[in-house]
């Protein structure tokens, strides 16, 4: 049984590849590379800012596997100049501390953006599920002779209140992690070999047969994920762009101000060197961006907007800098000359997102029968706690006649709904099947409860609110209407 973890990252739809996969309690952790959340380069010609970045994405995959940088038994480091090892041995040193594991260097000619310097593979060994990753629970219980459930407490208690041997909370008689048996400690999910467990795993066996036969009915479908649109359309799959690179370039230089600003606000007193070196490194980032922007191919007026920008927050830099500190009047001026800017700069990328992806659209629309056109749906990925208005969620409520509610949107449960949000879900077959799972549920919904959205909300949902009302002596209250003015 494998269970596997995705980033997000443009060429892991287009390679067919996760981000870390977990066999058992082995992970291995794909070739990770030093990218920004928004997909740009992490700190061009900074070797160890792009080690250190890569280490913390290999982390952020572990973490969604249940383990943490503690469980990584080998690193291979893949550079493009072994000469700077020295860069690259001061991240990965930092990032390991007193858990170092086994690794390799080489030098490779290059990678697959010659910005990067540096791409780390790492391979973990991390603990059964319900227990500790080191030196805890049932491992320090172990080392001592004496056989215990994870977390157990001193003198034969466990599990919280548990008492007299009791572990797992419901677990009785010395058993612990709810059906779990003789001892052996686990969580409170049912085991794969208990019959129960089977019966969950044919259901869910079930459902899953039940949702691919269901996508392949509701075709043509779209997905949105980072950079790509992808159609699937009478079995075929066809990608096309949903966005330029002049998208990630006016909201990295948008980013600057932001970033000066959290660097410098909410300080007392003098610049300490920690501080000085986070804000000197940044300086010579930006520099070494704004050297190239002429080659960029930006309008004359995006040009001299990148410039405003980035020479501005050189100038507040240097004057923190040599002053050791700066004003909270002047860094108050400065976001506030920056605002126009950077509200231009997401203007001229939500332009560019928008007109790129009704390009692709609208020539895969030709291509459609009129009933097809009328049934086309579509799935945008997202990061967990989207904001409201999501350019592509926008895009496709317009385009495919949705109610439209700009950037005061906040999906709703309406029956038929041809537009979704996967959150935190940048895989292509999870959004898709996202959609399969929307359009089964509401069958299922209507044919067990007489309500098409029942199962847009937890099923527990109900049961959750009378449980807390009798025990909070409160009701939940609906959210405020809008006062019309």
Avoid at 79 to 90: L, M, P
Avoid at 270 to 296: K, S, Y
Avoid at 394 to 407: A, C, D, I, M, N
Wanted: aromatic share 6%.
């Amino acid at each position: 049984m494998f269970e596997r973890a995705f980033s997000g990252a443009p060429w892991e739809a287009k390679a067919g590849y996760c981000r870390a996969i977990r066999a058992g309690s082995h992970i291995y952790v794909t070739g990770t590379v030093p990218i920004d959340p928004d997909g740009g380069v992490h700190a061009p010609g900074d070797g160890e800012a792009q080690a250190a970045r890569c280490l913390e994405i290999i982390e952020e995959a572990l973490r969604k596997l249940g383990a943490d940088r503690r469980a990584i038994v080998r690193t291979r480091m893949f550079v493009t100049d072994i000469d700077r090892w020295e860069e690259f041995g001061r991240a990965h040193r930092a990032f390991f501390a007193d858990n170092p594991p086994a690794t390799t260097m080489v030098q490779v000619a290059r990678l697959i953006d010659r910005a990067m310097l540096i791409e780390i593979e790492a391979d973990a060994v991390a603990p059964p599920a319900g227990a500790e990753a080191h030196g805890t629970g049932a491992e320090q219980a172990a080392t001592s002779g004496a056989q215990a459930p994870a977390g157990a407490a001193q003198g034969g208690k466990a599990g919280g209140a548990a008492q007299g041997g009791q572990a797992g909370g419901a677990a009785q008689g010395g058993q612990a992690g709810g059906a779990a048996q003789g001892g052996q400690a686990g969580g409170a999910a049912l085991d794969p070999s208990d019959p129960l467990g089977a019966l969950n795993q044919a259901f869910l066996d079930a459902y899953a047969a039940r949702r691919e036969a269901v996508l392949a009915s509701i075709e043509p479908i779209i997905a949105q994920i980072d950079d790509s649109l992808i159609l699937r359309r009478g079995g075929r799959r066809l990608e096309g762009p949903a966005r330029t690179r002049r998208y990630h370039e006016l909201k990295v230089v948008a980013h600057v101000p932001l970033a000066v600003h959290a660097l410098l606000s909410g300080r007392r007193g003098a610049l300490d060197g920690g501080a000085r070196a986070r804000l000197d490194a940044l300086r010579h980032r930006i520099i070494a961006a704004a050297e190239g922007l002429e080659r960029r191919g930006f309008t004359p007026e995006q040009l001299a907007r990148q410039r405003r920008i980035l020479d501005a927050s050189i100038a507040l830099l240097d004057e923190a800098l040599a002053a050791g500190d700066v004003a909270p009047e002047a860094l108050s001026a400065f976001t506030r000359a920056q605002t126009r800017d950077v509200l231009l700069n997401a203007e001229d990328a939500a332009r560019d997102q928008i007109e790129t992806m009704h390009a692709t659209v609208e020539a895969w629309k030709q291509q459609m029968t009129a009933e097809e056109r009328d049934r086309l749906r579509a799935v945008v990925a997202v990061s967990h706690m989207a904001r409201p208005g999501n350019v592509a969620a926008q895009y496709f409520s317009v385009t495919l006649g949705e109610t439209w509610q700009g950037r005061f949107d906040q999906e709703n449960l309406r029956p038929g709904k041809r537009v979704l949000t996967a959150e935190a879900t940048f895989d292509e077959a999870e959004a898709f099947a996202l959609l399969a799972t929307h359009a089964l549920d509401a069958g299922v919904a209507t044919r067990f409860f007489g309500e098409e959205t029942r199962l847009a909300r937890d099923i527990l949902a109900d049961a959750a609110e009378r449980i807390l009302a009798g025990m909070f002596h409160k009701e939940p209250e609906p959210p405020a209407q809008p006062v019309e003015t």
